[in-house]
């Protein structure tokens, strides 16, 4: 499909709607002959639905015009269609961290972003389905970069918002400082593949990309399109003198440290512990609340606008 073929359709997060910046690149590309359709955000869903009618409105492309978790609602939405009719996904972050745009090599600034998302090449790339279940109901979502568990969900689902809007991604480093002194365990059955284990965990982090909660890389060496899920667990620790050693594996990931492990599988579950309270989770900055979870790869199931030497690519590696 050439260029005058392609019809673009952006979500935008409606916190972010009158943004001068966006609003007057995308009247130039309009000016320029660009079909652009523009749907804002009112409540949580709305983002998901408009993707879910983007083929009804004649997109070729879904432009995710928000932070992370735009970004996720979003593609829950694409994923919603058959994968031969899937629109492809851009990106202009306006988020607070912007942690998946960021480690694409994605623009930051909503002009250059927007030019990026109608010049860019769809790349395929992994989606990672969850299976929850919560107070005896079952759940189904997707993500597509990061999923945190204990102690870094805990972080991301209490910074205030005003918090990340004033600072940022920093905002999510002072939230984890302040709460290092008083964490609690996740205590879970892990299985993957042949193996079983019964772990109390401070964090799990399930990576399709690298870095979550404003810039914290959690996954060094995930890639996007590997058909791999990265799994980082670290244990809990029960005195302030054993930081040192955590914070050392945390900067080395080794595949079975004393207190971190790093290691990639296809598929994961976690059951909690009967009498323990849900894990707190965060899928690309959701929360969620689940007694039981499972996250499986689809590989290459959605096309992404990315840079052309992207680094979370197997070509480019």
Wanted: hydrophobic content about 40%; glycine content about 10%.
């Amino acid at each position: 499909m050439n260029d005058s073929q392609q019809r673009y359709l952006l979500i935008i997060n409606g916190k972010s709607a009158g943004n001068p910046a966006l609003r007057e690149a995308v009247e130039e590309q309009r000016k320029a002959g660009t079909h652009i359709t523009v749907r804002s955000t009112w409540e949580g869903g709305d983002a998901a639905a408009f993707a879910a009618q983007s083929v009804e409105l004649g997109a070729t492309c879904v432009v995710a015009c928000g932070g992370d978790g735009t970004v996720n609602e979003v593609v829950n939405g694409l994923m919603q269609l058959a994968q031969d009719q899937r629109p492809a996904l851009g990106i202009v972050p306006l988020g607070s961290a912007n942690d998946f745009a960021t480690s694409l090599g994605l623009p930051l600034e909503p002009g250059p972003a927007l030019a990026a998302a109608l010049t860019l090449s769809p790349s395929p790339i992994d989606v990672l389905r969850v299976s929850a279940e919560a107070d005896d109901e079952r759940f189904t979502s997707y993500y597509i970069n990061m999923m945190t568990g204990g102690f870094g969900a805990e972080i991301t689902s209490t910074t205030p918002k005003t918090l990340k809007r004033m600072l940022g991604g920093g905002a999510y480093s002072l939230m984890g400082a302040f709460k290092a002194w008083r964490h609690r365990s996740y205590r879970g059955t892990l299985h993957w593949g042949e193996e079983e284990r019964c772990a109390e965990l401070l964090l799990l982090a399930l990576g399709n990309g690298r870095q979550s909660g404003g810039g914290q890389v959690l996954a060094p060496n995930a890639k996007l399109d590997d058909g791999r899920l990265d799994v980082l667990m670290v244990k809990d620790f029960t005195s302030v003198l054993q930081l040192p050693k955590i914070i050392t594996e945390l900067q080395q990931f080794p595949k079975e440290g004393r207190y971190v492990s790093y290691f990639t599988v296809s598929q994961l579950t976690v059951t909690t512990q009967q009498d323990d309270p849900p894990w707190p989770l965060t899928l690309d900055g959701e929360a969620r609340h689940y007694d039981r979870f499972s996250v499986e790869m689809v590989p290459l199931a959605l096309k992404v606008l990315l840079p052309d030497k992207c680094p979370l690519l197997v070509a480019n590696n």
